[in-house]
């Protein structure tokens, strides 16, 4: 059973460009979560989807960042116009149910130049 | 607001030493969980421990929920258990989303 997969694993956008990072949940799991790491700080909460709806979308920023989980395909954390301060790394998360052990993929690092 | 505690924020061991991390939470959670971010940045799931005690190898947690606190504790430590240690707690609600503390730095010294 493959784990959380996150691509790519590295970015690198020029400020103004748009970024897409794709997750794939674990096998059997619908509930969907991203989250942000800025540098030399903790993970914090963006999003959370299931199957073609977002449920909480509290932490992202109102501007320039959206996210969707489709019928079919991966997850996508999308950020448009990038700038300097997007730089960071973006974790996915996927549950079997909301209550249960979340799982972290890789990571995606943007670097934004 | 809700909060989640760790400490100490940084600790240097030789090789070999146990210790006991700590991550305080100020509220009843649905589950809690614990990892380790290594140096490559990998998040790795340790417990998942909403209450009461678990093992693996030379790891151990212990939730005492109605204390609102949960211990890691590293026995023998490597120069591999080196990394961030956080805590994370669920709290419920319609989203039940982590709340991540803000981490402990461990470097194992050989």
């Known amino acids: 059973n493959a784990g959380v997969m996150q691509n790519p694993r590295h970015l690198v956008r020029r400020r103004g460009q748009e970024a897409r990072l794709r997750c794939s949940p674990m096998k059997g799991h619908s509930h969907v979560y991203w989250y942000r790491q800025l540098p030399e700080e903790g993970l914090k909460f963006m999003v959370y989807l299931q199957k073609e709806n977002i449920i909480d979308e509290s932490g992202m920023p109102k501007e320039r960042f959206s996210a969707e989980f489709p019928k079919e395909g991966p997850s996508i954390l999308r950020i448009q116009q990038v700038v300097r301060g997007d730089s960071a790394a973006y974790f996915c998360?996927?549950?079997?149910?909301?209550?249960?052990?979340?799982?972290f993929g890789q990571g995606t690092r943007l670097t934004v130049v | 607001g809700i909060q989640v505690e760790q400490s100490p924020p940084d600790l240097i061991l030789q090789e070999g030493a146990n210790s006991t991390l700590r991550c305080n939470f100020s509220?009843?959670?649905?589950?809690l969980q614990w990892f380790h971010q290594n140096p490559w940045g990998q998040l790795i799931n340790l417990f998942y421990?909403?209450?009461g005690t678990k093992q693996n190898g030379r790891l151990s947690a212990t939730t005492v929920a109605t204390e609102r606190y949960s211990l890691l504790y590293i026995s023998s430590s490597q120069t591999t258990d080196s990394g961030v240690y956080f805590c994370a707690a669920n709290y419920g609600g319609a989203t039940n989303k982590l709340i991540f503390g803000t981490g402990t730095l461990l470097a194992v010294q050989p």
């Open positions: 998360a996927s549950s079997p149910n909301p209550s249960a052990e979340a799982f």
């Open positions: 509220d009843s959670v649905n589950n």
């Open positions: 421990i909403p209450s």
